[in-house]
């Protein structure tokens, strides 16, 4: 038996009859084709467009110069069509069902909103181009600005930001730069133990010793910790609200005052904005910086290297110390300040730390997110935050006589079961979550937070209808019965349906194959 035969012998498909260890000639298990590596398909000399001879051109790299060939793989048009046709179709998609990865609101996107995004004028506008010519566009990005300083109760905003975790480190430069014009930037970051690993490593990466607050035994920031560690070489506090366990810190307002009391800033990751947009402004709980991801709360689905796009809203104090560019209004409409130079022509009391990111943000997101926040207006923005929180909790009356949750309920927009319930059955959380996969189910966010043993965290957002959740919540009390009447076996070796089955992670972290390399015959070698 062939390899590729081999890989998709397992397995029985569902209302067919064929016997589980049925295997094919081409590999192929009906229309789900095996699909070779690009590179193991391509042929010198194959081609799908003619083009004339490059010319040669004097060398100006010196020792930069590749020395060979750029080897990418060589093949016929109808082969790279099909390939990729193929390759997609092995993606789970949120256009194919739930997506229920806790801390990554993987949501629904409307169609409408793509459509916005690709209108003339703001697919092809260049950044390059006259601000005198793309009026239109600076007008745009300030209203999405209006938008967000509204929702959140924070004055000012940084639209440049290409991410989550490239937000977090605008918001933290912020903090220091502020810091300095103080004339002490400070020494400690105070960090929760159980937040988003991108907060440590921002923290870090700005020259701060990261100092963790431990959590309560009910899943939130340890208050009285908290005030122990404060003094005055504390910079701030970085927290996400909801956190990462689907809580809400109902002290968050006792934190902020702790907070400010020692000169300190109050970063929010706001990841986790998707639960209470419209419900609740940030600025009011006493939040000095947040980033805010316009690809999780106000649109697009993410994932594959983006795109993302992580605004920076801030405090009136922490305003000045925004990064480069932004937008102001002046008498000949919108301009973008993007110098010092720009910044005292402005007279805005602007001191500029430098830029983030190339130009001013990621336009496409910025249309995607007007399209949605205009679509729902300031009800409908509020209803998603309802329809999250309701569908999570939802999730957790239905299983919570099964599963164990880390924490009593209500939850806010996400569920947190731990691995109890698995207990002496023989199948780990891991085990657990590869068996969705052949349920034909993402599996939602395993082994996170760090701070809940076995974790398994499940956010399924306000898109998706009771219907959707009652097929996955069934699917869900299955497996837990399957697991707990002695069926280990179902789950040690899951996928058996997936086109690959379970991956070896550990081996393939510590010893990556980062670069393909042809498989030469051994008579060819010699």
């Known amino acids: 038996m062939s390899a590729r035969s081999q890989a998709h012998s397992a397995g029985r498909g569902a209302g067919s009859d064929a016997p589980a260890t049925m295997t094919t000639h081409s590999g192929h298990r009906g229309l789900q084709m095996e699909e070779p590596l690009i590179f193991e398909m391509g042929s010198t000399g194959r081609t799908g467009v003619d083009l004339p001879p490059a010319p040669a051109v004097a060398n100006k790299l010196g020792g930069l110069a590749r020395q060979g060939a750029i080897g990418l793989p060589a093949l016929s048009e109808p082969q790279v069509v099909r390939h990729y046709v193929r390759v997609s179709q092995k ?6 069902g739930l997506y229920p990865l806790g801390s990554c609101t ?21 950044p390059l181009q006259p601000q005198s010519t793309v009026q239109g566009a600076l007008r745009l990005i300030d209203t999405v600005a ?81 005030k122990v560690k404060l003094d005055d070489d504390v910079a701030g506090i970085m927290l996400t609200n909801p956190n990462t366990c689907g809580l809400f810190e109902n002290e968050i307002v006792e934190v902020a005052e702790a907070v400010h009391a020692v000169g ?40 594959g290297g983006g795109p993302g796009s992580g605004p920076v809203v801030m405090s009136a104090e922490l305003a000045p110390f925004a ?10 409409g919108l301009r973008l300040i993007e110098t010092e130079a720009d910044q005292a022509t402005a007279n805005d009391g602007g001191t500029a730390y430098g830029r983030m990111k190339s130009f001013h943000g990621q336009m496409g997101m910025f249309v995607r997110a007007l399209a949605y926040m205009m679509s729902h207006g300031a009800d409908g923005l ?36 731990d691995d109890s319930f698995l207990k002496d059955t023989g199948v ?4 657990f979550a590869k068996a969705m996969i052949d ?47 002695g069926g280990a076996e179902r789950f040690i070796g899951a996928p058996y349906l997936a086109p690959r089955r379970r991956l070896d992670e550990t081996l393939a972290a510590r010893q990556p194959r980062l670069r393909w390399t042809p498989e030469v015959p051994a008579e060819a070698a010699e």
């Not at 309701?390 to 164990?404: C, F, G, P, Q, S």
């Open 91 to 96: 993606n789970f998609a949120i256009d194919a």
């Open 106 to 126: 993987m949501k629904h996107n409307p169609r409408l909103n793509e459509k916005v995004a690709r209108l003339p004028g703001f697919s092809d506008v260049h």
């Open 146 to 226: 209006h938008w967000l300083t509204t929702l959140t109760g924070l004055p000012a905003v940084a639209m440049s930001p290409a991410a989550g975790a490239h937000g977090e480190l605008t918001g933290m430069m912020t903090i220091r730069a502020a810091h300095e014009a103080r004339g002490n930037p400070r020494k400690r970051i105070l960090v929760p133990d159980s937040a988003h690993g991108t907060n440590p490593a921002t923290a870090v990466l700005c020259g701060y010793a990261v100092d963790p607050v431990p959590s309560l035994e009910n899943g939130r920031i340890d208050l009285a910790a908290l």
């Open 264 to 303: 300190a800033y109050f970063y929010c990751d706001g990841a986790n904005f998707n639960a209470i947009v419209g419900k609740v402004r940030p600025g009011d709980l006493g939040i000095d910086v947040m980033h805010l991801n316009l690809h999780k709360t106000f649109s697009t689905p993410h994932g």
């Open 323 to 332: 990064p480069l560019p932004y937008i102001v209004k002046g008498p000949e």
């Open 382 to 417: 509020r209803q998603v935050a309802e329809d999250a929180v309701l569908n999570a909790n939802y999730i957790l009356a239905r299983l919570k006589d099964v599963m164990t949750p880390a924490y009593p309920g209500p939850c806010m927009h996400e569920v947190l079961f």
């Open 428 to 431: 780990t959380t891991l085990d």
């Open 439 to 485: 349920e034909g189910f993402h599996p939602m966010t395993v082994y996170f937070p760090l701070i809940v043993h076995g974790a398994m965290l499940t956010e399924p957002t306000e898109s998706e209808s009771k219907e959707s959740m009652d097929v996955f919540i069934d699917t869900l009390r299955g497996l837990v019965a399957d697991a707990t009447s």
